[in-house]
């Protein structure tokens, strides 16, 4: 009867110290798993970064204008196509610089867009109905030249 007793207490004891240690176990394992997927959501965004370097593309291509409003309708119009985030077009050389993910935009969409707001490129003709509702400032010449270099 002692013994049984004082064995019961033993198993009892140990009993809760093994808990003690699973619980420890269990929080350890939890925080070593947050910190993996911390570091797994890292790597993957680092990835993603690159690729998204890797995918951007930088173009250059004539396009007709005047003045600083075509400026904003050329610009406006470029940037309206998916995957391009950066449109710059130069009144004096008759281009544009665009920055673009290409994965998502392609060189003729950005053309096309452009012409559909009434300017010419070098690959599309701007659309007429559009040219005509340009301002009287804005409507350039057909003949112009473009891409001028210095
Ligand atoms: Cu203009």
């Given at each position: 009867m002692w013994r049984g007793k004082a064995n019961n207490r033993v198993v009892t004891i140990k009993f809760k110290t093994m808990k003690k240690v699973i619980l420890s176990m269990a929080i350890i394992a939890a925080v070593g798993m947050t910190s993996c997927k911390n570091e797994a959501k890292k790597e993957t965004k680092a990835t993603t970064e690159s690729l998204e370097e890797m995918a951007m593309s930088k173009a250059t291509f004539g396009v007709r204008g005047n003045c600083g409003m075509c400026k904003k309708t050329i610009e406006k119009a470029a940037k309206s196509?998916?995957?391009?985030s950066n449109a710059n077009w130069d009144v004096d050389k008759k281009k544009i610089d665009v920055s673009f993910d290409d994965t998502k935009a392609d060189i003729t969409a950005i053309h096309n867009a452009i012409a559909a707001s009434g300017y010419d490129t070098e690959k599309s003709t701007g659309n007429d109905v559009a040219y005509k509702e340009l301002p009287a400032c804005c409507k350039?010449?057909?003949?112009m030249e473009m891409s001028i270099e210095e």
């Open positions: 196509v998916e995957g391009v350039y010449d057909h003949t």
